[in-house]
Every structure is written in C-alpha cells, then in structure tokens.
C-alpha cells in the first residue's frame, strides 16, 4: 500500500475544570443594559471565514475561504475491510491568495500527516493545490469550480512505474461542513472512489505557530493492479 497524495484538511481538546463551590455566593452583577429592560446577552463572535485583503486579490481566492477554519472529519474507505477513518484538520489563508492546510487523520493504514498549499494560478488560469505529505509524497493538482461550492482538481504521475491519477472534488454542504471525495486511477483505467469524507467545521484555525492536540490520520491509496 502506498500512501496518497492528496488531502482531505486539527483541534485540540480542551478538558473543563471544576471549581470549588463557596457557602456563600457574593450577588451577581448584571450586564448593564436599559432600565426597564432585560439585559441583553453578549453575542457570540463570528467565525473568520473571508481571506485578508491584498490588492491582487480577485473573486477566484475568496472563492477558497470555504476551506478555512479547524475541522473534524469523518472518512469511508469503500474498498478496505476497515471502511471507517478519521480525521482532523485545518485551513488558514496566507498572503490573502493562498490557504495553507495542515491534515491528519487515522485509517486502515494507519496514522497519516500532510500540508497543502491552494490557490488561483491567474497565469494558467485554475485552481491548484499542492500537497506534502509524510512519506515524502509530492502532489501537484490542476483544477476547477464546477458551481459556487464544488471543486475538483486532478493529479497526474507515477507510482511505482505505473501510469496513475487522483482527482480530489470537494463540496460545499453548508457554512459548516464540507464533504469531500478521492477517486483514482491507474494506467488508462476508470476511476474508482478511494474514499468518501464528510468534515465539520469546528472552529477557527489556530493562529500561527500554535499547532492543535494530538489529531487523527489518513491511509494511503491502492497498490497498482498486478
């Protein structure tokens, strides 16, 4: 088995604290608010879902903060004995005109960690994601939008001499969660799904230089056919 190219993308947990209990409970204060009126309560802030600004910026990269944010993913592996994985993963725009992605996941084979850098190529005029993973795997995917929430980019190289190719096709569900699907092929062979993942989005990315916990790992693809 060999592992994989490509992506799919990490939180860590935080354990609660209990606090001890006092006899006698100084009164809370209210949030000042208008008299005769019940105080009101704090809004929750909203996630970072935009790319920064930057002059080059077009409507192809905001197109990608779909991608942001930290999320937890669920993964079905169609042709393993073992059909269920997770995994963990997270996107932060850079420079407003890429998002980098930090992935890992467990499966079949195991544990499983990877980086990814996506953008918009305005001189090839696509989509392309470039991904390093922890076997020494370098992919380079080529790609489009199909719709406002679906992109597909497709790898193509060598494994082991063999002719083989990988099109990864993400789909945008809702604001909070992100499914995404790998097909591959070898030689001049159809494609068959490699695996199914549906993501939910958690959170933010953690800023950088802060990694997450301990997250989960993604198997690696078939071997060539004999």
């Known amino acids: ?9 990490l939180l860590s947990f935080v354990p609660a604290f209990a606090f001890a209990v006092f006899a006698q409970e100084p009164p809370r204060q209210q949030p000042p608010g ?7 309560t704090p809004q929750q802030p909203r996630p970072n879902t935009e790319m920064p600004q930057n002059p ?3 409507p192809e990269h905001r197109r990608l903060a779909m991608f942001l944010g930290a999320w937890e993913e669920k993964v ?4 393993e004995s073992e059909k269920d994985g997770t995994g963990r993963w997270f996107a932060r725009p850079a420079l407003g005109l890429f998002v980098m992605m930090n992935y890992e996941g467990e499966g079949p084979q195991g544990r499983y960690r990877a980086v ?22 370098v992919g380079e995917y080529r790609g489009a939008f199909s719709n406002e929430g679906t ?14 190719r990988e099109r990864i096709t993400y789909t945008r569900s809702s604001p909070t ?6 097909e591959q092929a070898w030689g001049g062979g159809e494609f068959r799904t490699y695996l199914d ?3 939910t989005r958690t959170g933010d990315a953690p800023p950088p230089g802060q990694q997450p916990g301990q997250p989960p790992r993604r198997p690696m693809p078939e071997r060539p056919p004999n």
């Open 116 to 137: 990814g850098m996506l953008t918009w190529d305005h001189e090839e005029q696509n989509y392309r994601l470039w991904w390093f993973d922890d076997a020494g795997g």
């Open 1 to 9: 088995m060999r592992r994989p190219f490509p992506l799919v993308l």
């Open 151 to 164: 992109l597909a980019l497709e790898h193509r190289g060598k494994v082991e001499g063999r002719d083989f």
């Open 56 to 58: 080059r910026i077009g």
């Open 76 to 79: 079905n592996y169609p042709n």
């Open 34 to 40: 208008v008299p005769g009126q019940p105080p009101q």
């Open 177 to 182: 969660e992100l499914k995404t699907k790998i």
């Open 197 to 199: 993942a549906v993501a």
